[in-house]
């Protein structure tokens, strides 16, 4: 059974400063990892998406990366901003693709202090 | 239009009422899901409905029912829930698997 674990469950930081957030998984068979994140009583807003394929995806000040024989993904905030303030969950999708299984990690909280 | 929009946003009802959530999406996506959220926990699945077929999470409760009119909508209907069933109830959908998920806002439910 794939686990997803996010570490640290909280993060608060400064204005300004470069941050990264770990999820890791147990079952490196995966078919790709999708980065969220969560604004308190809301939806879940989609910031990227890693194949097995790929090494790692860019978007403006996110990137994140992918290391499947290790089991880990980062996400990597540049320069953040009060308006990052929210949680951050991974989805790791299986081998297989099925539209059932995804798993999703225990979510870090972030709080950007201005 | 790239959204998934759900109606309501927030519900309040009763333990006798029947209610239905709506999810909607116009993305021509063939798979659709019905998450359910506690506070500070990650969304776990209930259904998934894909290629017309439905999916069921055997740990759900015959309280939620969901329908899909078709392809583009997915209703979960409600009837005599509990207190516990108090959560966000979200919506997703998906091209395929190698294209990831759309969320919609959620809904907010209150069970009183």
């Known amino acids: 059974k794939q686990e997803v674990t996010q570490i640290p469950a909280a993060l608060s930081v400064p204005e300004g400063e470069n941050l990264v957030l770990n999820c890791s998984f147990t079952d490196s068979a995966i078919y790709n990892l999708q980065w969220f994140r969560q604004d308190p009583g809301k939806g879940l807003t989609s910031l990227l998406l890693i194949q097995s394929s790929q090494r790692e995806q860019t978007s403006g000040r996110l990137n994140a990366s992918l290391d499947k024989s290790s089991g880990r993904s980062t996400l990597y905030i540049a320069a953040s901003q009060p308006g990052d303030s929210a949680t951050y969950l991974c989805a790791v999708r299986p081998g297989s693709g099925g539209y059932q299984k995804v798993t999703f990690g225990t979510g870090t909280k972030l709080q950007v202090i201005p | 239009d790239t959204e998934v929009t759900q109606t309501p946003k927030h519900l309040v009802m009763g333990m006798t009422n029947k209610k239905s959530l709506k999810c909607e999406q116009h993305m021509g996506h063939r798979a659709m899901y019905w998450y359910k959220q506690k506070a500070k926990k990650p969304p776990e699945l209930m259904f998934v409905y894909s290629y017309e077929k439905l999916s069921i999470n055997e740990s759900v409760p015959s309280r939620f029912s969901p329908e899909c009119p078709n392809s583009s909508l997915l209703n979960l209907h409600l009837h005599a829930l509990q207190p516990e069933d108090s959560a966000l109830y979200l919506c997703?959908?998906?091209?395929?698997?190698?294209?990831?998920?759309?969320f919609g806002s959620g809904t907010r439910l209150t069970v009183v």
């Open positions: 997703a959908s998906s091209q395929g698997p190698e294209n990831g998920y759309t």
